[in-house]
């Protein structure tokens, strides 16, 4: 080969493993009806980002994270600015473990359409699970702005803040915050974040909020409701307890895609 012919290589002699960077394993789960039916409708309708982003929808109850980005992918291919698609994608690639591409989401989604709650939520929880509790708490406090207090979203608004803000060390600031709950609260389907906000404000006691033996999804009680105390325990300076209790998550995994087991996953790294 002469020398204007040499080939060009734009890679360094030391190399990433092919299978850390390509991942090729698949579900063998079969699709629900529901995401058929939504299949037959595409192949009618190849450019409608509606129905790409409601098979999003379904195939992420079944857990199949990647095939939902997938779905959320294809419908902003045709409509890129579709602040929703953005969302959902937003939370699958939280799902699946890929933090700092969900803020890109977020971060877009959050722009085209301000005032929708989720993505702002979202957005704080993912700066939070790569440690940049900066912006995290900006996101939680444009969330908490937009939250009506007779919503059950209060709760998990104040939990999620007061965790960051004591992140940051502003420890009389999340204590303020914890003031916009209280027993008479109404959660809705938010108990788990209700009992961990009574728990950092002194009213309920740790072993209460894990009494979850008897629940119909304990694992995922588990997640939530320990990745909650062990915090609290870590900022009581017991920090086995901590480790203990995110050990413990992380061997029940039924619900590895949970927001507790999320932060528990990462740390359990950058805390030790």
């Not at 900066?134 to 104040?158: G, K, M, P």
């Not at 709950?181 to 072993?207: A, C, F, Q």
């Not at 998550?249 to 790294?269: C, E, M, P, R, V």
């Amino acid at each position: 080969m002469s020398q204007e012919q040499k080939m060009r290589i734009t890679v360094t002699n030391e190399r990433a493993e092919k299978a850390t960077q390509v991942h090729l394993l698949r579900s063998n789960l079969e699709y629900t009806d529901e995401v058929k039916e939504l299949e037959k409708l595409i192949q009618q309708d190849m450019t409608n980002t509606d129905l790409w982003m409601k098979k999003g929808l379904e195939l992420a109850k079944q857990m199949h994270f990647r095939e939902a980005i997938e779905s959320y992918s294809i419908g902003l291919s045709h409509n890129p600015f579709h602040a929703l698609s953005l969302r959902h994608r937003g939370h699958r690639l939280l799902s699946t473990y890929r933090f700092e591409e969900a803020v890109f989401d977020f971060e877009l989604s959050s722009r085209i359409d301000p005032k929708n709650w989720d993505t702002w939520y979202h957005l704080g929880l993912a700066y939070y699970l790569i440690g940049d509790f900066e912006r995290a708490n900006n996101a939680y406090t444009r969330c908490f702005e937009i939250t009506r207090h007779d919503q059950d979203e209060l709760v998990a608004i104040v939990d999620w803040k007061w965790l960051t803000l004591m992140r940051l060390g502003q420890v009389e600031e999340a204590g303020k915050i914890l003031d916009y709950v209280n027993s008479e609260t109404e959660p809705g389907e938010n108990h788990v974040y209700k009992n961990r906000v009574l728990m950092y404000k002194g009213e309920v006691k740790p072993e209460e909020v894990l009494d979850y033996n008897d629940k119909e999804f304990a694992d995922l009680e588990l997640a939530t409701q320990g990745y909650g105390v062990a915090m609290y325990y870590y900022f009581n300076g017991q920090k086995d307890k901590t480790f203990e209790l995110f050990d413990l998550i992380l061997k029940n995994d039924t619900y590895w895609s949970a927001f507790g087991y999320l932060a528990a996953y990462q740390d359990q790294k950058r805390l030790k």
